[in-house]
């Protein structure tokens, strides 16, 4: 059963396919390429060594070449790139990079993860910046660090608020830079709907500035100002360019394999090329949307590592069908969190795919409790089944935690009315008796349902502007601290007693600090045969976006 | 619709029904009873109050009787406790605490909720103890908290080494005060196995004096000695009791209704007694396990909380099932995060279930940033078909999150085979690219699939004695540092060199640190004809117990 395997690229998924091979069969002649020096390094862990939170550069580098291919008899040839794949020979043609040398080497299977680069446009100037970098690997990694050491830069601007652009940030802020992130959209993290990224930009703006809907026009002086399309102009020490990743594909499509319409390779559910002797993973290839089943593409280290050892077993007949990607992300913006897992509103929308969404601020852990704080939690859902789509979170604290629980359950196909049934570890500093994921079930039950009508933040104003009813059933006390222009203030504990101040030739909308209490409001006012309308996420998704 | 509801019990379950039941029903005539001054408070916080976390005792009272009467229209009757249930007439008997008064009230539908007390076993001497105490309510928590101003206690003695004799361990060691606790059991928290309750041993000795195996005899010099079975002394100022608790059934009991083996109220599963007119909810009931369908008892928030929704509903008309409890439960123990859910090794042998146990320790979070510290895991699975049964975590970081994502795990009917397919959220401050629970997945399947031969921490000494080889398969360093006796050392690295050093007449029992490199010599050896076994979760576990 002994084969002669070729793996191209030596980091996420090619190292891991590597390690399993090896595991699987001793006899194997694993020969694994990599153009870089180095292999099996951290390329999430790269923004936290510039950044100084990781200390030592050793650190990055997870195996090393020596280290691997003793542990793993392997023939690990770096600095080395594979320039074609001659598919009728079943070999691939290689070059040293440091000699230009070519030679050919010959497979029975070849395993390609060559990843994606940092996308860079044709911007006027950008050719001439000398403080301007890209973010993928070690060598990345030495210039940005050394341009930080030795030219000790004031000011700095990440062009993109994706996440690496966002850990970019926030690292530069840590070695006391002044930090301007640019976002040519009107919200940073694509994995956000818009209203839960409102919330991460009320934090950006306390350490950095932000920048939306707009791009940069031109880079001038050397890259050290930066023009942008508003007109506005950025003076930069230090420019990091992150507006997304491309795939590699060109030895792929070189070899006339089939790419996606993103540019993705394109692969069946064994990770298999239309070649069957061709395979490729991690970020190079278009990938199945695990809820939608739609084409998509992830670049994101845990598929690529689970797609490593998932094409390895096949290749030694031991068949695993990789199912699709949720897309479950998460990042550290500062003092916050925020993660997705599943397809958002502006996903299912695109789609055209019918959904519901509901939101829910509850605490991380007990009230009572100290150091607690808000998870802000919106969940999609298909409102014939429950079927869960995908939820967002974004918090100080226990975001994490919660986002994994979610993704958790819908790959065991829970619904949203399973949500309540989640036993889960409650002690004061954990969470709550009724933890936030029950409540989020609870709500969305109720939606579901038909028990509660719910109407979103961006449909209040226009609702009060054409003569809704808006009632805000907080305590005066809240009220006076901010509300939506229109409502009436009709405390909770007196509707009981003030029935007849509300209509009954309309529905009554109704608004809380979050949505808990409007809830109760509804119950109420519904029992006396009012028709109720509940503002999802209260006044607080409202502010979000509002303020 | 409208009906007569009884409340017995105005605290978790029972202030939980209340509150959806007004939700459900404006009309209903709701009375809660409850003998003590407070309802709806947290109980769970009381430990943390004492010791000072939770600084403001208005913090502990989540709801008063004016605010909760107001905002849900119902009526409370507190320092009134029901004295017994007249289910001929379908009333209840009640007495005035204060005045003794007694008098009855109708109902058409009851809600006993009236949970557990501490257990206070018959010891000589206890009743004149002066320092002595219990905790379940906020008058308990008062004497504790007056005692601890008034005495300044030097020395305190906590009897009990359960989760709520813990956290008073960990708040009167934060006062300042120095601790001993003392467990009759040969280790603290029963809802973990001996090896992870070791862990947590370990820890607690840096913080408190920890005597196992060993009972109060008797209280001496009105409790300022205690004296031990084993025949210390010990010396307290302070006693707190926390052996257990025991279900409050007298009014069931005295009432017909049936009453389990532990105690519990019998109910089926729409928490309704054999009186159909009569629920029981909470502490007080006997519950189903929920993977093994048998009887137990589970005193927790989260299911009195959960009951008392599903009581109201099913009350009018919407019958909800109660599925059973995995028994979810959580403890902050110092530094420390103890945590279980579903059944562990113990219960499993009781109960006469097949079952397999896999161990690992990965970090919390990525290796390369700082922070991150070992979560040890401990799986409990069926070996037919690998479902899970059980999941225990013991560390620093990271473990709500793990036992949470395992529970939701568990409730989706996901098996050990699933685990490796759990997408969760990964950048290096939350988690790995593999996570800690693909890992457990991982392994488990492993043997689950008989690919994987594994021995326990509680064998291999035995197998040693017996004549078996052990191959430590560690660097040399780390085996300086304390390794299993007997053990003999070859590297991971080494091992292809050294084949030849391999017993091929007996099979190759292998250990290394966590169990990870042990797992990888099983590969490289099985396919040089040896037969292998590996030490589940390595010297780490082994060393757990025998350090
Ligand atoms: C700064 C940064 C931070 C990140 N943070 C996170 C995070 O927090 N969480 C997360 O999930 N993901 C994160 N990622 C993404 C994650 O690292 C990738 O999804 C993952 O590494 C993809 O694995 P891969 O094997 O497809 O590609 P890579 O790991 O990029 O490996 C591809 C390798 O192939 C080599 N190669 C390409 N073409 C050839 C060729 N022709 N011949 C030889 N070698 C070739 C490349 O040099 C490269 O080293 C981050 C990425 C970066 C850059
Ligand atoms: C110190 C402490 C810490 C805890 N920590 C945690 C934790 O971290 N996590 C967790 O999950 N659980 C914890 N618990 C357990 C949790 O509080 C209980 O599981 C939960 O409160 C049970 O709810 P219940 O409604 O059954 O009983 P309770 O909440 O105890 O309420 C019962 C009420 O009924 C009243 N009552 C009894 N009999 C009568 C009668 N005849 N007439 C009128 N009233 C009556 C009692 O006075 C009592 O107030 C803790 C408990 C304590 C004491
Ligand atoms: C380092 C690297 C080569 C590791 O690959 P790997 O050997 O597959 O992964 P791990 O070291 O995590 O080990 C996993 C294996 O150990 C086994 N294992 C883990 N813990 C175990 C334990 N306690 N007992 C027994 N086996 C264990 C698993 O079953 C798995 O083996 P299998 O695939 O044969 O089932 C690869 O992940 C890599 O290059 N990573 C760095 C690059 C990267 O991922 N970047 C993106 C994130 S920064
Ligand atoms: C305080 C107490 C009375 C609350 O009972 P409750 O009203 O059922 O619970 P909550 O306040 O959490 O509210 C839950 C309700 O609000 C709804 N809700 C929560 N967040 C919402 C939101 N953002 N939008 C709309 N509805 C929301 C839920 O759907 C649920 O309603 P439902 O049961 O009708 O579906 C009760 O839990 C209690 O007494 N607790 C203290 C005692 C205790 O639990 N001790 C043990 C732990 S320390």
């Known amino acids: 059963m002994s084969k002669k395997i070729i793996i191209v690229g030596g980091v996420a998924g090619g190292a891991t396919a590597a390690a399993r091979l090896r595991r699987i069969d001793e006899t194997s002649d694993i020969v694994m390429f990599e153009k870089g020096e180095h292999i099996s390094f951290a390329n999430c862990g790269l923004p936290y060594y510039i950044g100084g939170t990781i200390d030592d550069r050793e650190k990055l580098l997870v195996q090393t070449v020596e ?14 790139e594979v320039t074609a794949i001659n598919r009728n020979e079943k070999t691939v043609t290689v070059k040293r990079v440091q000699t230009g040398e070519t030679y050919t080497e010959a497979y029975d299977e070849l ?6 680069r940092p996308i860079v446009p044709l911007i006027p100037g950008l050719n001439e910046a000398k403080q301007l970098f890209t973010l993928r690997n070690v060598p990345d990694t030495d210039q940005i660090k050394a341009w930080v050491d030795g030219r000790n830069p004031q000011k700095a601007v990440v062009i993109g608020g994706g996440f690496i652009g966002l850990e970019m940030a926030e690292n530069l802020h840590d070695l006391g830079i002044e930090v301007t992130v640019v976002e040519m959209a009107d919200q940073v993290m694509a994995s956000l709907d818009y209203e839960m990224a409102s919330i991460v930009h009320e ?3 306390t350490k950095a500035n932000l920048i939306l809907n707009d791009g940069v026009k031109s880079f001038e ?23 997304g990743v491309q795939p590699e594909n060109e030895l792929a499509k070189n070899a006339g394999l089939a790419i996606g319409d993103r540019g993705g390779i394109v692969v069946n559910d064994y990770m298999q090329t239309d070649d069957p002797h061709v395979y490729a993973i991690g970020d190079a290839v278009e990938v199945k949307d695990y809820n939608q089943k739609t084409p998509t593409m992830v670049p994101l280290a845990w598929p690529a590592n689970r797609q490593g050892r998932i094409v ?16 479950t992300s998460i990042a550290k913006v500062f003092d916050y969190t925020a993660a997705a897992t599943g397809n958002n509103e502006k996903t299912l929308k695109k789609l055209g795919v019918p ?11 007990a009230g009572y409790y100290p150091g607690g704080s808000p998870v802000s939690l919106k969940m999609t859902f298909d409102p014939e089944d429950g079927r869960i789509f995908g939820v967002q979170g974004v918090g100080m604290d226990g975001v994490d935690k919660r986002i994994d629980v979610l993704a958790t359950a819908i790959k065991g196909g829970l619904t949203v009315f399973d ?4 036993e889960l570890a409650y002690a004061p500093p954990y969470g709550s008796a009724k933890d936030p994921v029950n409540m989020l079930g609870y709500v969305a039950s109720h939606v579901a349902d038909g028990d509660l009508t719910i109407v979103h933040h961006d449909e209040i104003d226009q609702i009060v502007a054409d003569g809704g009813f808006l009632v805000d059933v907080r305590d005066p006390l809240e009220v006076e601290m901010g509300a939506i222009p229109g409502s009436v203030n009709i405390p909770l504990d007196e509707i009981r007693d003030r029935i007849s101040e509300f209509p009954d030739d309309q529905p009554v ?10 809830y109760l409001a509804t119950r109420i006012l519904e029992q006396h045969g009012k028709e109720t309308v509940n503002l999802s996420g209260g006044y607080k998704t409202y502010a979000c976006v509002n303020n």
């Not at 291919?69 to 040839?77: A, E, G, H």
């Not at 930066?226 to 507006?243: A, K, P, V, Y």
């Not at 031991?318 to 897309?327: A, P, V």
């Open 355 to 365: 959904y519901k969404a509901v939101h829910v601020h509850p605490a991380s852990h």
């Open 111 to 116: 395993i390609l993860s060559p990843g994606a």
């Open 203 to 205: 934090h950006i703006r």
């Open 221 to 243: 002086h050397e890259g050290s100002q930066i023009q942008l399309q508003s007109g506005e102009t950025l003076t930069s020490d230090l420019t990091i360019l992150s507006i």
């Open 312 to 327: 390895a077993d096949t290749i030694y007949g031991k068949k695993t069908r990789y199912k699709g990607t949720l897309g």
């Open 419 to 422: 949500l309540p049934e989640l």
């Open 509 to 518: 909308y109704i608004t809380c600090q979050v949505g808990l209490r409007g």
């Open 67 to 80: 280290g691997m291919s003793r542990k793993f008899n392997l023939d690990i040839r770096n600095l080395t």
